[in-house]
DNA sequence: GGGCCGCGTTGACGTGGATCAAAGTGCCAC
DNA sequence: GTGGCACTTTGATCCACGTCAACGCGGCCC
């Protein structure tokens, strides 16, 4: 899709000497609370990759070779039906992590919505590692778990939302991850595509925009410019999101 | 809701002797592939627990002390909405484990479908014979690694699939989860209500009712008493679960 | 027995969100 | 500038599924 990878031929030497210390958001991150020997030998295997947006890093069923620490940008992981459906299972931002499920393949696609760089872990090297410093598999479960719990949350968006709960929860979390990620302005950057948000909700791109416009008439958000959005009233968006 | 509890009273000394080692389908459970002496230690820090169905293991928010094996029967695991609506995030049978997320509270609640048996292991005692053993971890990761693959098809099926799609990815994955328990008899069992099945698919108890009746018109499938559920054409139910 | 209750099925009807269609907007190439 | 393209918005219509309501059936208690 894109004409040529302008992002593979920036020099990053001089930006990122330690890869991994180098994770934006480091107390998210997988080295989070490790000893400075397991951040070292962490970063002696890590490979620090970007890419601009639309770059596909894997797709379902391929061989699982690498696991990643999103550094900038936002990742979405994906499923897709035969027919071409397709549901949207996450969003990765600075922090997050990829390739959790240690399978011998991907169960998902994964796909860059922004120009993205990531620290990048060949998989072999990787659980050496973990069965060398069960800290850092202790960190990685944990980080697991923390997926299973938001995946059961948005089992239940999916499931059991309306639209206008869905939008709204998808907003919050938004505005959530920001603050997590240090970032306590309040009008969000919403940097996926209308198709992303409605694959991500289990809506089509029409009502995702029309929900959009519906709350704004009402004042609950406003939108501006960028893809920003601004939450008026963060208490009323908690009520709605989940239809108190 | 029961009036008493029978379950509390029998007298399980004698057909429970190692608890651990009983857990069904060993292979499946927490147990697989544990070395003698793990397996000991495991066996030390088991209870085994019973319960009649209607039971609520935990509430979504109580304090995590304990995680679970089942042994026999069938858990349900499920969110609640402010307003009472519900969404089963998935069903535990023989051998599936309880309790993954290590967090300090439950993030979701658990109630049993049917009669059911457990190996319930204390939360703390656990944890330490995690860290002990990195075996017992890995076995643990490995596990919360194909719940989350699970729970990403269920996103797939609850935000893109529809009623009929989404009855007989239901029924398909009974099938094969009873073939994986080693039963491979084609009726299938289905233990759980309409209701339960309604809030699992993200539909109501009528469209679950009418979808059925409506597969048996077709012949894809037939209903048998006590539950069960004869699936005519296996190859056509695949079709019918992905929409191809 | 009779009444009640929980559960499942069926029917009639309503509606939220999908679908189909078209127009608006911004960006890039030329 | 003009054209093309990708994305978003808006409108009109449709329909899959929800809602509301009635009824059937089996189990249990009195």
Do not use: W
């Not at 999103?70 to 931002?93: N, S």
């Not at 997590?180 to 995702?208: C, H, Q, W």
């Amino acid at each position: 899709m894109p004409p040529f990878d302008l992002s593979r031929t920036r020099d990053t030497s001089t930006e990122e000497i330690h890869p991994c210390s180098a994770c934006a958001a480091r107390s998210l991150s997988v080295c989070a609370a490790l000893e400075p020997e397991e951040l070292r030998r962490l970063a002696d295997l890590t490979q620090t990759v970007r890419y601009e947006s639309g770059h596909t890093l894997f797709g379902e069923g391929d061989a699982a070779d690498a696991l990643y620490n999103v550094t900038a940008g936002t990742v979405k992981l994906y499923k897709l039906l035969p027919d071409g459906r397709r549901q949207i299972t996450g969003f990765l931002m600075t922090g997050d992590f990829l390739g959790l499920a240690l399978n011998e393949s991907y169960a998902y696609s994964a796909e860059t919505v922004t120009d993205t760089s990531l620290c990048r872990f060949p998989r072999r090297k990787m659980e050496a590692l973990l069965d060398e410093f069960p800290r850092m598999q202790r960190r990685l479960f944990s980080m697991a778990s923390n997926e299973l719990a938001a995946a059961q949350d948005q089992m239940l968006m999916l499931g059991r939302k309306s639209a206008r709960e869905k939008i709204c929860s998808f907003l919050l979390m938004l505005s959530q991850r920001a603050v997590r990620r240090g970032f306590k302005e309040n009008p969000v950057t919403v940097p996926m595509s209308r198709a992303d948000i409605a694959d991500y909700l289990g809506l089509t791109t029409e009502t995702v925009s029309r929900t959009f416009t519906q709350l704004k008439t009402e004042r609950v958000i406003t939108l501006l410019e960028g893809g920003k959005v601004r939450l008026n009233d963060m208490d009323a968006l908690h009520d709605l999101a989940e239809g108190a």
